[in-house]
């Protein structure tokens, strides 16, 4: 019973010795940046706000699960986010815009020419923490005074990618973003009529794996 017992160890200890090898192999550090490249708006009666310019950079990284065939990848950037406001009906101002932003995907690779060139899709959620600005303010005519609305400290929503993987090094891909919640708070009267929900984001970026 013993010597079945100790075989049964050992054979656990060795899948388990052999699981983290495989893991270990499949688990990849890298740079991630992205650059926004197309505009995005809310489209409101009072404005129409388009990003200028905006940016994420950081640290990545991205582990194999060959069971199910796929990867998972999580990164930790700081984002920066620059507003130009074209005004409406009111005078109208957004601060520019400084974040924390986790994004974590579910990643399918397929090889074209192995170890030179490949394909990816790349799908999941991301959470994004303020660190400052954002803050909307619009000037009230008859008091001559602005209403000021700070924005949510908390942003989430889902991401998807697609792109080329080329030396097994470097992905570059083009990548779309939807947030999924509120702007600022519902109760700050008409600053409902601010709120965009489908507030989305294209942008091209790039990773390099060590």
């Known amino acids: 019973m013993?010597?079945?017992?100790?075989?049964?160890?050992?054979?656990?200890?060795?899948?388990?010795?052999?699981?983290?090898?495989?893991?270990?192999?499949?688990?990849?550090?890298?740079?991630?940046?992205?650059?926004?490249?197309?505009?995005?708006?809310?489209s409101t009666k009072m404005l129409n706000t388009k990003n200028r310019m905006g940016f994420s950079v950081g640290p990545t990284m991205e582990v194999g699960i060959p069971v199910i065939g796929?990867?998972?990848?999580?990164?930790?950037?700081?984002?920066?986010?620059?507003?130009?406001?074209?005004?409406?009906?009111?005078?109208?101002?957004?601060?520019?815009?400084?974040?924390?932003?986790?994004?974590?995907n579910l990643k399918k690779r397929f090889g074209l020419v192995p170890r030179v060139v490949g394909i990816f899709v790349s799908a999941g959620p991301y959470a994004n923490l303020r660190l400052g600005g954002g803050n909307?303010?619009?000037?009230?005519?008859?008091?001559?005074?602005?209403?000021?609305?700070?924005?949510?400290?908390?942003?989430?929503?889902?991401?998807?990618?697609?792109?080329?993987?080329?030396?097994?090094?470097?992905d570059v891909g083009i990548y779309y973003r939807c947030k999924l919640t509120d702007n600022y708070s519902a109760d700050k009267g008409d600053i409902g009529n601010l709120k965009d929900k489908n507030y989305q984001t294209w942008s091209v970026g790039a990773t390099y794996f060590f």
Do not use: R, W
Request: glycine share 6%; with cysteine.
């Open 70 to 104: 796929l990867g998972l990848d999580a990164s930790l950037l700081y984002g920066y986010k620059k507003f130009s406001v074209e005004e409406k009906e009111k005078q109208a101002d957004i601060s520019n815009y400084s974040y924390i932003s986790v994004p974590v």
């Open 136 to 170: 909307l303010k619009i000037k009230d005519e008859a008091k001559n005074t602005y209403n000021k609305f700070k924005a949510k400290n908390f942003e989430m929503g889902i991401n998807a990618g697609l792109g080329v993987n080329l030396i097994s090094k470097l």
């Open 2 to 42: 013993k010597t079945k017992k100790n075989k049964l160890t050992i054979s656990l200890l060795c899948f388990f010795l052999i699981s983290i090898g495989t893991v270990s192999a499949q688990l990849k550090f890298g740079a991630k940046a992205n650059i926004d490249v197309a505009d995005h708006k809310i």
